[in-house]
């Protein structure tokens, strides 16, 4: 027995690699290395816990097995074995003997299943987006037929509407079988109490037309009738709409832990007694801005606030069935023509409209999503070639035993089945985990940045992206681990063994294979990096970009007073002249100012300016503004810089309201 021999496995174990050994007539490396990869075989199968006279029957016999091995040692090719069909028993065997050489390799196991997890899971979140903004349908009845109703002036933007052309927009029945009304600019905080702790709420303006619109009825009770946003019933008030309410599910369970009895009870929201009528079911929200807790009636009474020139109100509608958005738009524009004729009011202005979806997604964050599911497309690729690279390695560590294994008689589709089935494990444990690693990526960026998406979208783990993560499971398999299994089934056992000996050097073709793999890596890097680039110095841009205001130190809150507590203009003005001051008198505070609108809030309010007060029907003379109302010193604190002339807080605000800055 020569030094290094099996002895210390069991002794008929040892007998049988003894004849191997001796009928194979190898020596020095060789010898050494067959020996080690026969002990490998053997002790992989004892700690499977195969028995030494299975391993024994399944090897067959010894002489024969050393003279094929002294064959494939002295040829650089050998006879392609006889096939024989796989059943599932062998198939099953193949798959359990890749999960035990995967586990003796856990530390490369598991970096291939992290990095294939680093692109799954990025391609999981963008494309669980995607699926949301782009491919899922709007959570309401027929969304195809759900429009986003503007107004326009010529080809000039488009902007909200006006109360009196709501109620005129209603009549064209030909075109729109319903539509809705809500007060634009935002929902508004209001305080809820009535029950044993006050709870601050989110409260949107709607009328009855929005609920029928959308098509989706109260869970409990009844939304609101047309004549709720039209003042008849008792207790309308113009400021706050009829005394009635609509609840969301959230609050609903919150408040009122899911009763049933609740409708007809009563609830106060700042200061105004409401009657709940309804509520709507789970997941019900506004097709535009945040999830409302609370629906009150929208005042539409001509008059009030819903002048000819006051527009403010966000619209949708539905059309007509089988009615497309082009025809719609040109009996709109017959209808409003008809109608400037008797409504001089209306003015140039014009209908507009959009699909809602379309409305919500806009151009900028469909192009963005796309640019962006194009670079975690990339990314995939990058980290399956680097899977491929460590697969490759890890092959190429083993090319003795697949080398000893072939010339046992494991034709080439068996050790190639042997390698892939490594490779699907490696890339099905990368696929599980990146889905999850997705979804839960994406659960966060929803929490902590929930205007990254419109409102309406619902990321879901939908049939389509668990479809999707096993397609970008395969297409990892087959990129980290087909190439590999087929250049490594391919490679003869003679050149193999002499390349994968002791001193040996890898093949050129197996060099070949590796080159590739790394070039390919680089060149997918490079075009990440150059985009990555390119993104940087956009950033870098924006960062120059001068906003006109010093936004570094600047802390703002919201104030919402509610007309039943604070009547009157002068008692607003005392409670903002209180707050200023309590506010500047706090520590490390520079200045206080008070706006109507922050900078760059993403809203506006739209004045008509005109640059000939002389002549005030003279339209040539008309443009618009977008103003802001400000209070205090809100120049200074918001770090607008005046180029010219008065500060704000040199100007008395209570007397100036017929100065402004420009």
Same mark, same amino acid.
């Given at each position: 027995m020569r030094s290094g021999g099996p002895r210390d496995l069991a002794p008929e174990v040892g007998a049988c690699i003894d004849r191997v050994l001796a009928a194979a007539g190898l020596e020095g490396d060789a010898r050494r290395d067959v020996l080690a990869d026969l002990r490998a075989h053997f002790e992989d199968g004892l700690a499977a816990g195969?028995?030494?006279?299975?391993?024994?029957?399944?090897?067959?016999?010894?002489?024969?097995?050393?003279?094929?091995?002294?064959?494939?040692?002295? @040829?650089?090719? *050998?006879?392609?074995? /006889?096939?024989?069909?796989? %059943?599932?028993?062998?198939?099953? $065997?193949? =798959?359990? !003997? +890749?999960?035990?050489?995967?586990?003796?390799?856990?530390?490369?196991?598991?970096?291939?299943?992290?990095?294939?997890?680093?692109?799954?899971?990025?391609?999981?979140?963008?494309?669980?987006?995607?699926?949301?903004?782009?491919?899922?349908?709007?959570?309401?009845?027929?969304?195809? @037929?759900?429009? *986003?109703?503007?107004? /326009?002036?010529?080809?000039? %933007?488009?902007?909200?509407?006006? $109360?009196? =052309?709501? !109620? +005129?927009?209603?009549?064209?029945?030909?075109?729109?079988?319903?539509?809705?009304?809500?007060?634009?600019?935002?929902?508004?905080?209001?305080?809820?109490?009535?029950?044993?702790?006050?709870?601050?709420?989110?409260?949107?303006?709607?009328?009855?037309?929005?609920?029928?619109?959308?098509?989706?009825?109260?869970?409990?009770? /009844?939304?609101?009738?047309?004549?709720?946003?039209?003042?008849?019933?008792?207790?309308?008030? +113009?400021?706050?709409?009829?005394?009635?309410?609509?609840?969301?599910?959230?609050?609903?369970?919150?408040?009122?832990?899911?009763?049933?009895?609740?409708?007809?009870?009563?609830?106060?929201?700042?200061?105004?007694?409401?009657?709940?009528?309804?509520?709507?079911?789970?997941?019900?929200?506004?097709?535009?801005?945040?999830?409302?807790?609370?629906?009150?009636?929208?005042?539409?009474?001509?008059?009030?606030?819903?002048?000819?020139?006051?527009?403010?109100?966000?619209?949708?509608?539905?059309?007509?069935?089988?009615?497309?958005?082009q025809a719609a738009r040109a009996r709109l524009a017959a209808h409003?023509?008809?109608?400037?004729?008797?409504?001089?009011?209306?003015?140039?202005?014009?209908?507009?409209?959009?699909?809602?979806?379309?409305?919500?997604?806009?151009?900028?964050?469909?192009?963005?999503?796309?640019?962006?599911?194009?670079?975690?497309?990339?990314?995939?690729?990058?980290?399956?070639?680097?899977?491929?690279n460590l697969i490759f390695a890890r092959a190429l560590a083993r090319s003795r035993e697949l080398a000893v294994r072939g010339a046992l008689g494991a034709n080439r589709a068996r050790l190639f089945v042997h390698l892939l089935l490594e490779s699907a494990l490696l890339a099905v444990g990368g696929g599980v985990a990146g889905l999850l690693l997705g979804w839960g990526a994406l659960k966060g960026l929803m929490r902590v940045a929930p205007e990254a998406l419109p409102a309406l979208t619902r990321p879901t783990l939908s049939p389509r992206i668990l479809l999707l993560g096993f397609a970008v499971t395969g297409v990892a398999l087959l990129l980290s681990g087909l190439v590999p299994a087929l250049r490594l089934s391919r490679t003869p056992p003679a050149e193999a063994l002499r390349s994968g000996g002791r001193g040996g050097t890898e093949s050129r073709r197996l060099r070949s294979v590796r080159s590739g793999l790394v070039i390919t890596q680089l060149a997918v890097a490079l075009a990440l990096v150059v985009g990555a680039g390119l993104l940087v110095r956009s950033f870098a841009s924006l960062r120059q970009v001068e906003l006109g205001f010093q936004p570094e130190g600047v802390l703002t809150f919201e104030v919402h007073l509610p007309s039943t507590r604070y009547p009157e203009g002068a008692d607003r003005v005392r409670f903002h002249r209180t707050l200023e001051q309590q506010v500047a008198a706090l520590p490390g505070v520079h200045a206080v100012g008070a706006t109507s609108w922050l900078p760059v809030n993403g809203r506006y309010n739209i004045w008509g300016l005109s640059t000939d007060p002389g002549d005030l029907e003279n339209d040539d003379g008309w443009s618009q503004a977008d103003v802001r109302i400000i209070a205090g010193d809100y120049f200074d604190a918001a770090g607008i810089r005046v180029l010219r002339g008065a500060q704000a807080a040199d100007v008395d605000m209570e007397g100036a309201s017929n100065v402004l800055w420009i």
């Open positions: 195969r028995s030494a006279a299975d391993l024994l029957e399944r090897f067959g016999d010894p002489e024969a097995a050393g003279r094929r091995i002294r064959e494939v040692w002295g @040829r650089t090719g *050998r006879e392609r074995p /006889r096939r024989r069909r796989m %059943g599932w028993g062998r198939w099953m $065997g193949e =798959v359990r !003997q +890749a999960a035990r050489t995967l586990r003796r390799s856990g530390a490369v196991s598991a970096m291939v299943v992290a990095t294939l997890a680093l692109g799954i899971g990025a391609n999981t979140a963008v494309f669980t987006a995607l699926d949301a903004v782009l491919l899922q349908d709007l959570p309401y009845p027929d969304a195809d @037929r759900l429009v *986003r109703v503007y107004e /326009r002036e010529g080809d000039v %933007g488009f902007n909200y509407l006006r $109360g009196p =052309v709501i !109620q +005129a927009y209603r009549e064209w029945d030909d075109v729109f079988t319903d539509l809705g009304a809500l007060y634009t600019y935002r929902e508004v905080g209001g305080d809820l109490t009535g029950g044993d702790l006050p709870e601050r709420v989110v409260v949107s303006s709607a009328d009855a037309g929005l609920f029928a619109t959308l098509g989706v009825p109260p869970l409990l009770g /009844r939304t609101f009738r047309p004549e709720e946003s039209l003042g008849s019933p008792d207790g309308f008030n +113009a400021e706050t709409g009829s005394a009635v309410a609509v609840l969301s599910h959230a609050l609903w369970q919150r408040r009122f832990s899911g009763a049933a009895d609740v409708i007809g009870r009563a609830i106060e929201i700042d200061g105004v007694r409401r009657e709940i009528i309804g509520v709507m079911p789970q997941g019900f929200t506004n097709p535009v801005g945040s999830q409302p807790d609370v629906w009150v009636p929208q005042n539409l009474r001509e008059g009030d606030r819903n002048s000819w020139g006051n527009y403010y109100l966000t619209s949708v509608a539905r059309l007509q069935p089988g009615l497309t958005v409003a023509d008809a109608l400037a004729r008797v409504r001089p009011e209306i003015g140039d202005w014009r209908p507009a409209i959009l699909p809602l979806q379309e409305d919500l997604v806009g151009e900028s964050r469909r192009t963005m999503l796309w640019v962006l599911a194009g670079a975690v497309a990339l990314v995939l690729l990058s980290t399956c070639v680097n899977a491929g």
